[in-house]
């Protein structure tokens, strides 16, 4: 679920936000429009940037390069794949320059359930993800289907095929690989079709889903795609394992069976799993492997496009504000990793009662460490004292 993205990974048909290849966040998910070529007998070509891996990160760094009026090579092991996954974003986190034709559904007032019901009063949209792929056309871009296996700083990239690439600039934006000692968002969904109107929930932590008491938590996410169809999620929002994908699909059919909701003939599937720590903040990477997604949330996506064009003309996106900011985020995620899971609902009974801009600022403003504090402070008040101590210690440690 949140993904956002997204995004959400690993189902032909429809999975979200991390491709094949146990790679995930930003590689191996293809192109389109650009001029494609094998690489043979190109050894040597130079661009003024390189943009390794063709996930949303790199293509939209790719396509706003070549829109600033650089020479763009961007190297991809499948140049052509189209992207199957689900993304989701805030309506304010978008970028002017991506245009509304990129987004499929809008939710005003999306709805959550912790132990009690809330409204947020904060528009999420949902990505037509093939328009969102077509909206960053890489039409400028010299498009090589090839694995980058070695990135030289400070401007060489080496080829799976042996060969050589040169440019002044190299963006590494092929994504993290999975490993065991890092968290994982994992998830799986149904898309089903539907004669009335599903309302959009971004999280829903009722107990209905079968999981016994002490269980590790899940949550069902549902969203609108447009022509009648509606994803329904059940999300493992963060563990060190994540619960396994048979458990969500089994909490997920129990869920919709105690809902009355049919699913026997699904239009689709989700499947999701990928790793939501282990980027490096650092210059030259970006996307997920330039932690550039929230580790305590795993959304990625917006935050890729928001930031492309700071990158492409070389901005840092790393100031010390943002750096604390992550650090915070950081410590979030050691929080939601170390609650007891009766205690997950309750937690974010606090989060939603924040006020929208402690919200907001705690989801998606990578440079305002104060304004994060203030929200984590806010929620740490709100909990009872057994609570508060498990989370001093997660912060702490």
Request: proline share 7%; hydrophobic share 45%.
């Amino acid at each position: 679920m949140f993904t956002g993205t997204a995004p959400h990974v690993v189902q032909p048909d429809q999975s979200r936000d991390r491709p094949p290849d146990m790679i995930f966040g930003d590689y191996n998910t293809g192109t389109g429009a650009g001029a494609v070529e094998s690489l043979c007998c190109n050894s040597g070509m130079r661009a003024d940037l390189i943009v390794c891996g063709l996930g949303p990160a790199g293509r939209a760094v790719a396509h706003r390069a070549a829109a600033h009026g650089l020479s763009v090579i961007a190297v991809d092991p499948h140049p052509d794949r189209r992207w199957p996954a689900t993304y989701g974003a805030w309506a304010d986190e978008l970028p002017d320059w991506l245009g509304p034709q990129v987004i499929a559904t809008v939710a005003d007032r999306p709805r959550v359930w912790g132990t009690r019901y809330a409204e947020l009063s904060r528009r999420y949209v949902v990505f037509d993800t093939g328009a969102l792929q077509d909206r960053l056309a890489l039409t400028e871009v010299r498009t090589i289907t090839g694995r980058a296996t070695g990135i030289e700083r400070p401007g060489q990239v080496l080829l799976d095929g042996g060969q050589q690439l040169e440019a002044d600039r190299i963006i590494d934006a092929r994504g993290l690989r999975r490993a065991a000692d890092r968290a994982e968002q994992t998830a799986y969904g149904l898309v089903l079709q539907r004669d009335c109107v599903e309302p959009t929930v971004f999280m829903d932590w009722r107990p209905d889903n079968g999981a016994r008491v002490g269980e590790q938590p899940s949550f069902l996410y549902t969203i609108a795609l447009g022509e009648d169809r509606y994803l329904f999620e059940e999300t493992c929002l963060a563990g060190r394992p994540a619960l396994p994908q048979q458990v969500l699909r089994d909490r997920l059919e129990h869920r919709l069976r105690s809902r009355a909701i049919e699913f026997d003939t699904p239009v689709g599937t989700e499947r999701v799993r990928f790793p939501i720590e282990g980027g490096r903040a650092r210059p030259g990477l970006f996307g997920a492997a330039g932690a550039i997604g929230h580790p305590a949330t795993g959304y990625s996506v917006a935050a890729a496009l928001a930031a492309a064009d700071s990158v492409v003309t070389g901005r840092s996106i790393w100031p010390v504000s943002a750096r604390i900011t992550y650090r915070l985020r950081a410590a979030g995620l050691r929080v939601l990793l170390a609650l007891p899971p009766a205690a997950v609902p309750e937690f974010f009974d606090a989060f939603f009662a924040l006020p929208p801009d402690l919200q907001r600022a705690y989801l998606s403003v990578r440079d305002d460490p104060r304004a994060v504090a203030a929200a984590m402070a806010r929620i740490f008040g709100a909990l009872d004292w057994p609570l508060r101590r498990a989370l001093a210690g997660a912060v702490l440690g």
